[in-house]
């Protein structure tokens, strides 16, 4: 497809799970973003990388959290023992230069930890 | 700390009508502005924005304006339509190139 995708759509984890995200991003588009947003909420940023190079990891609330781009396209998110407070949308933006400038979003992961 | 700020969670507004959704920032050494709109169950999609070295962006029914004294932007939809219902939210680029959104305003428009 044209667009950026995510899958799953919609993951519910038991709490103490591991789980993992992923992203594609537009076939060419150098920057990849995570964001995580909250009910009610706008977006969160988590983590951006311009190629396979994670240059920002700030966003990440906690070291159960974890993104890698290997190969600089696809990219994962892996959050290790999930808490309920990790329940959100989980969303991905690619965009074609090295910013976040007019970036393009997938559909977004909805986590619910039960 | 909240870099950018959307104050109404809400707005109503009757087909045809002119929408207004506000924005405040914090950092005036922000140079890109945008805002984007998100439909449910699907990613947020770019609707337009400004530099900061301008004070007014026009693309068909959407104006964004920029009052950088007061570190306020504005989109203005004219005239709004129900297809415009959806969430808007408020965007700046940072300096590190990434984007800090506010919380967003639900806009209704009522046929």
């Known amino acids: 497809g044209a667009g950026v995708s995510q899958s799953p759509r919609y993951k519910v984890a038991k709490r103490g799970q591991d789980v993992a995200l992923r992203c594609d991003p537009i076939?060419?588009?150098?920057?990849l973003f995570w964001y995580q947003q909250a009910l009610g909420q706008g977006p969160e940023f988590l983590t951006y990388f311009q190629n396979e190079a994670q240059l920002d990891k700030s966003g990440l609330p906690s070291d159960r959290f974890f993104a890698e781009r290997p190969e600089g396209s696809v990219s994962t998110l892996k959050i290790q023992r999930t808490q309920q407070e990790d329940s959100a949308v989980y969303l991905c933006?690619?965009?074609?230069?090295?910013?976040?400038?007019?970036?393009?979003f997938g559909q977004g992961t909805r986590l619910t930890v039960v | 700390d909240q870099q950018v700020k959307q104050n109404s969670p809400s707005l109503s507004v009757q087909e045809g009508r002119i929408s207004i959704l506000n924005c405040d920032y914090t950092?005036?050494?922000?140079?890109?502005f945008l805002w984007y709109k998100k439909y449910p169950a699907e990613g947020p999609t770019f609707l337009i924005s400004i530099s900061s070295i301008k004070d007014k962006n026009e693309d068909g029914r959407f104006t964004v304006f920029l009052n950088k004294s007061a570190k306020h932007l504005s989109l203005h939809i004219v005239p709004s339509q129900p297809g415009d219902s959806a969430v808007y939210f408020c965007?700046?680029?940072?300096?590190?190139?990434?984007?800090?959104f506010g919380q967003g305003t639900e806009l209704s428009v009522k046929p």
């Open positions: 950092n005036s050494m922000f140079d890109y």
């Open positions: 965007a700046v680029l940072n300096q590190g190139g990434k984007l800090i």
């Open positions: 076939s060419g588009h150098v920057s």
């Open positions: 933006a690619s965009s074609l230069g090295t910013t976040g400038y007019g970036a393009f």
